[in-house]
């Protein structure tokens, strides 16, 4: 397993290096954001250990531009910070786990672990399609350069849509995933909701994004555009 180590305090991050090269990872390190960015372009790596505080760019900063690259390489990330709003944030730009200094090394190397053991598959912060584009965390849709007004339910509803956009969703599947087992409503809220979608979506552009599979359920087509003049 080859991890990058991203530290500019020349001590923390000869201790990284010891510590994990003697349990066996290709330990590479960088001092400062815009080489790590660079670093982690060009090499695909297992796991990336970034501290928060950098020179030049800042570790959110570092770990927006990687996500924004398609760079999925899970990322822990370290701060002598222990503000929750820090936290949040370092998340919300597509950090995978967060740890505050001082700790144990015995557990960032247990966090390390279960993040390689995720693997780097795709897990963009924003969710793109055509011309939709959904931020779970600011909770803001866009269709196309108009923000889009949405009730907690048609967002739930859209983003489990554009999470598995292309594929086929029966009606079963999006009603356990966007209600819960107490909901005891009518057994056509599914197709209701559809609608209300649609009908958001179709304007102004007049183009429905979400398909109807006869028998089987619902799909969001890949290719939603709006049309255009």
Not at 42 to 49: K, P
Not at 76 to 83: I, N, P, Q, V, Y
Not at 139 to 150: I, Y
Not at 203 to 220: C, F, K, M
Request: proline content about 4%; hydrophobic content about 45%; glycine content about 8%.
């Amino acid at each position: 397993m080859r991890v990058l180590v991203v530290e500019d305090e020349v001590r923390m991050a000869a201790l990284l290096h010891r510590g994990l090269a003697e349990e066996g990872y290709a330990v590479d390190h960088v001092g400062d954001g815009v080489e790590a960015v660079w670093q982690a372009t060009e090499v695909a790596y297992d796991a990336i250990i970034l501290d928060l505080m950098l020179p030049g760019i800042d570790g959110f900063e570092v770990c927006r531009r990687l996500r924004m690259a398609r760079r999925w390489s899970p990322i822990l990330m370290l701060t002598a910070r222990g503000d929750v709003k820090d936290r949040i944030r370092g998340l919300n730009v597509g950090a995978d786990d967060y740890l505050a200094k001082p700790f144990s090394f015995g557990e960032l190397s247990a966090r390390l672990r279960a993040l390689i053991r995720r693997g780097a598959h795709e897990r963009p912060p924003t969710l793109r399609v055509g011309a939709l584009q959904l931020d779970p965390a600011s909770r803001c849709v866009m269709h196309g350069d108009r923000e889009m007004e949405l009730s907690p339910k048609e967002f739930a509803l859209l983003e489990l849509l554009m999470r598995h956009a292309g594929e086929v969703l029966t009606r079963t599947y999006i009603l356990e995933h966007v209600w819960d087992f107490a909901y005891d409503g009518t057994s056509n809220v599914v197709d209701q909701y559809v609608r209300y979608l649609r009908r958001k979506l179709s304007e102004p552009a007049g183009v429905s994004a979400i398909d109807t599979v006869r028998g089987v359920g619902y799909r969001l087509a890949v290719a939603a555009e709006p049309k255009r003049d």
